[in-house]
């Protein structure tokens, strides 16, 4: 009784530890992927560093130079990085399952199914096996769940991943040309003729063809299942029908195997306090498909803590074969980062005998002697019945788990150790290149452009100053007087209003009151109408003075062109050549950007300047603001007709129109007086916007140095016959260092710390 309450004690122990040891895997997992993106992000800088040298190759005439930037190799680290960005998709992929997983692998016929069930207490229902031919058709993940009745989640190819996946190697290795295109024309053409260049190892070749065979003639009887959605969750004794080839007595009769991927089951195994743990069941090696190898290589790289060979050895005589040790070096393949040794176990499959005989026992013990002779390293033999359950959780599975719970840890640990020293070694290379990289370009001739162009920018300071200043004096002449653009629009505007009043005819009047019922919501509407089409020629104003101030940006502009020099930069001309110097302008040249946007962007407009002047004037044509009313006040209304002072008759269309006529005559001789008292107004604001120009890129304190440096910029552009070529070649190179500068942003050792 307290033996049992012990290894109670000890089962709930080990699954706490599983537990904790997946809790653990977590953190790590999430710095791998933010080193997976860093790494991305480093691939992608190192290509267009790559492809910028490629091109200065192409525009520097050095031949040191050019020298210097073959000499630096970043093919092979490109390479590299995506050989690493795989394997942290492995290492990523290992930390972040909710498991611990154990794979069974081994050749047909060898008791790897009669394993699985016993340590699974599942059938051959479910795990198939056979004495004569392979059974399992697909590779199966099973997982312990003891609050749940056993069921399975299926993952079918799509018609990509089958064509991809599974029938172009095929093609590939037994040279058939191309894979199909589509499913469509895998299902419809007949399959290309073996080749006859196979003929040296005829059997083989035939029988993997064979295979191909099966997926072609088959194909209408598992088609449908390729447009399933995945994953399919189905019953317990649905499940050989997709993971194996036959029916429990032999008849060949599923085909669905053909077109699934993976296969999920989930099942209470007989030791129920095992944890979080999930056994992954391979399809046996040793038939003639085709991928099968490389299917378990990737499964074991990925997805993998430790794995189980099952070995069966003949009751009459055994001995380690070729094809046992090529299983163990695929296996050995698989995980470069952690030898197998590690992580693996040797299962010698004990098959009883009668009771005068022990079967295959003494072969069982005669391969373990030996199996280190074959340099086939696992961490331990074990001796087991495979088809004996007690044996099989005692002997394997639990020998297996104590060794994961006390040493997974430490595997994982030198797994990410392995990756780490690699991207060490990956940035070290990458410095190396950096180095290169900034002495790559060691001008041959001396940069003697300077001093010209300090006198080239003397002169060009000079005439800039005296062009602007000269601008400032003629504007200050013309700043008071009116003008001419902007009056002739005011001029044009008033008399299209005088012409054109917007009111109606009597006629039109009388119809309008019998319309809506009164004379009174007649006379009120006509305000307002009036009054808007009144204010509706003014709109015009907008115009003349958007092209009065052009005209003085234009004289701004023509200063920059002629003085300054600046006509290359840009074909744009008036407020547009502004805004494009403007953009050019580096932003770290503060003051002088800030002058040509503020010229560039400044503009005077109708209903900033005039607008609000002349909307007061409007007011004798608001219906609650005009003094031109039909009725005066109610009460005098009444007085003065009981006295007769006045025509006590309703008001009527005739005083409508004379009442419009007044209003509008008067609202427009104010907006006339108004608009006149403007005239000087464009000329003001041009001068004050220029003036304001000058200050910001001409008086400012540092501005002559922006200047400077802003045209050492161009220099190229200004003075193309003078430093064309010179200033194109400084160019280059400030490009390559801005790309050194960026991978050395990039090859942070920080940004590739995985064991933080």
């Known amino acids: 009784m307290l033996r049992t309450i012990q290894a109670d004690n000890e089962m ?125 058709g697909v590779r199966s993940n099973i997982h312990h769940n003891a609050d749940v009745e056993t069921y399975a989640e299926v993952w079918f190819h799509t018609e990509y991943s089958f064509l991809d996946e599974v029938i172009a190697p095929y093609y590939k290795q037994l040279n058939l040309g191309s894979r199909p295109r589509s499913i469509q024309e895998f299902a419809d053409f007949p399959l290309p003729e073996l080749p006859r260049e196979l003929a040296e190892r005829p059997a083989l070749a035939a029988a993997k063809y064979d295979h191909l065979c099966r997926y072609h003639q088959n194909f209408n009887k598992y088609r449908n299942t390729l447009l399933e959605t995945s994953p399919r969750r189905i019953p317990q004794h649905e499940i050989r029908e997709y993971v194996a080839q036959d029916t429990v007595d032999r008849r060949r009769i599923y085909f669905n195997y053909l077109a699934v991927r993976e296969v999920k089951i989930v099942c209470p195994f007989p030791n129920l306090d095992i944890g979080q743990i999930a056994l992954v069941d391979m399809p046996g090696l040793g038939d003639t498909g085709i991928g099968d190898a490389e299917r378990m290589i990737k499964i074991l790289g990925q997805d993998i803590d430790a794995v189980l060979f099952v070995r069966m050895p003949k ?82 599975l639990d020998r297996v788990l104590n060794y994961l719970t006390h040493k997974i840890q430490i595997l994982d640990r030198q797994y990410a150790s392995a990756c780490q020293d690699r991207l060490i070694q990956l940035h070290r290379a990458i410095a190396v290149e950096l180095g290169k990289a900034n002495d790559a370009w060691r001008l041959a001739s001396k940069d003697d452009w300077f001093p010209k162009f300090l006198g080239l920018f003397d002169e060009i300071w000079r005439d800039i100053t005296g062009g602007l200043e000269v601008l400032i004096s003629s504007l200050i002449v013309s700043r008071d007087i009116e003008d001419t653009k902007f009056k002739k629009a005011v001029e044009i505007a008033i008399r299209d209003c005088r012409s054109d009043t917007g009111i109606p005819s009597l006629e039109d009047i009388e119809r309008r009151a019998m319309e809506v019922g009164a004379y009174n919501i007649a006379y009120n509407q006509y305000l307002h109408e009036v009054r808007t089409h009144l204010s509706e020629r003014f709109l015009s104003l907008d115009s003349a003075l958007k092209e009065s101030l052009e005209e003085t940006k234009s004289k701004i502009v023509e200063v920059l062109i002629k003085q300054g020099k600046l006509a290359k930069l840009t074909d744009a001309r008036g407020s547009e050549f ?46 609650n603001r005009t003094p031109y009313q039909l009725v005066g006040n109610l009460l005098d209304y009444h007085i003065n007709r009981l006295t007769g002072k006045i025509d006590p008759g309703r008001p009527n269309a005739e005083k409508i129109f004379k009442n419009l006529h007044k209003a509008q005559s008067e609202a427009l001789t104010n907006c006339e007086k108004e608009l006149k008292t403007l005239f000087k107004e464009p000329s003001q604001a041009g001068f004050a916007i220029v003036e304001e120009f000058v200050d910001r890129v001409l008086r400012a304190k540092g501005v002559q140095n922006e200047w400077q440096i802003f045209l050492q910029e161009v220099a190229s552009e200004v003075w193309a016959d003078e430093f064309g070529l010179t200033m194109a070649r400084t160019q280059l190179k400030r490009d390559w260092m801005h790309a050194v500068e960026q991978l050395e942003h990039a090859n942070k050792s920080e940004t590739l710390n995985l064991l933080r």
């Open 578 to 623: 502004l805004k494009i110097i403007a953009e050019r302008i580096p932003e770290n040249l503060i003051r002088l950007r800030l002058g040509f946007q503020t010229i560039a962007t400044f503009d005077i407009l109708y209903r900033g300047l005039i607008q609000h002047r002349i909307r007061k004037h409007l007011d004798v044509l608001t219906p």
């Open 315 to 396: 009751s009459t005589g055994d001995f380690w074969a070729k094809e046992d040790v090529e299983l163990y070096d695929i296996a050995n393949s698989a995980l470069t980062d952690l030898p197998i040794k590690e992580w693996s176990f040797m299962v010698l499959n004990h098959v009883r005998g009668n009771s005068s005989t022990d079967g295959n026992r003494r072969n069982c013990e005669s391969l373990a002697e030996t199996i280190f002779e074959k340099h086939v390293d696992v961490q331990d033999v074990v001796i087991a019945d495979c088809a004996n359950s007690e044996e099989s959780q005692t002997e394997i």
């Open 12 to 136: 709930t122990t080990r699954a706490s530890q599983i537990a904790g040891i997946i809790q653990k895997r977590r953190p790590l997992a999430q710095e791998i992927a933010t080193v997976e993106t860093n790494l991305k992000q480093l691939s992608a800088v190192l290509r267009q560093f790559e492809r910028q040298r490629e091109e200065l190759l192409y525009k520097v005439d050095e031949p040191s130079t050019i020298g210097r930037l073959r000499a630096i190799n970043c093919s092979s680290i490109l390479q590299e990085i995506e050989s690493e960005l795989a394997a942290l998709t492995k290492l990523r992929s290992r930390f972040s399952r909710n498991t611990l997983n154990i794979g069974v692998v081994g050749r047909a016929r060898q008791g790897k199914s009669r394993l699985l069930q016993s340590l699974t207490g599942l059938s051959t229902a479910e795990i198939p096996d056979g004495d004569d031919q392979h059974c399992t």
